[in-house]
């Protein structure tokens, strides 16, 4: 998984770095051949989920239908590069990678369920942060550098409340002392 997320963050990098020169340059029969292909792509994908069984078939769907709708907003993003656009791409991949995650989770039960779905949660609530902070920094610099520092702080509350909930859910696999010791740690840490 690891390396799936590294590869996936190479291609992210270098769409983001050729985002500029693409669209500048991309008519609109390249934008429709390059979405025709994506569609494809998903269709293929979709068929080569079709030889797996139970969850790792769900998982290989999810995971497909997510590259097709992150692929789509990319290439909007690239077609039309408003910060709108880059804004949706980052929420589309957030979104696509917790679907992947939550049925990832479903191979698992108990505590351990619990607590991959609310980090499953935790991670796509940092990324829609970082997505909508990035999107309101990038108008605040336009505005005033005031706006932006509030945008950061509230990603940054976002994603501790998410983390918070995770080291809470953690606790519940504790008993007794050790479960309010572990309760109070994580509301010492977050500041709850």
Do not use: W
Not at 49 to 61: E, P, Q, W
């Amino acid at each position: 998984m690891r390396t799936r997320t590294i590869d996936v963050i190479a291609i992210a990098l270098g769409l983001a770095f050729s985002t500029a020169g693409m669209a500048q340059n991309m008519s609109k029969s390249e934008y429709d051949a390059a979405k025709d292909r994506i569609e494809n792509d998903y269709e293929a994908a979709k068929e080569a989920c079709d030889a797996l069984s139970g969850n790792k078939k769900d998982i290989c769907r999810a995971d497909a239908k997510g590259k097709e709708k992150v692929d789509k907003a990319e290439l909007e993003a690239a077609y039309k590069p408003t910060r709108e656009n880059r804004h949706d791409a980052r929420v589309a991949r957030a979104e696509a990678d917790y679907e992947v995650a939550k049925e990832r989770c479903d191979d698992m039960s108990g505590n351990a369920k619990d607590v991959c779905m609310k980090e499953a949660k935790a991670a796509e609530t940092a990324a829609k942060a970082d997505a909508k902070a990035q999107m309101e920094s990038g108008e605040a610099r336009g505005e005033a550098g005031e706006q932006s520092s509030e945008a950061r702080k509230d990603a940054a509350e976002d994603k501790r409340d998410a983390e918070y909930k995770v080291a809470r859910e953690k606790c519940d696999a504790l008993a007794g002392d050790a479960k309010d010791a572990c309760q109070e740690r994580a509301k010492a840490q977050y500041g709850k």
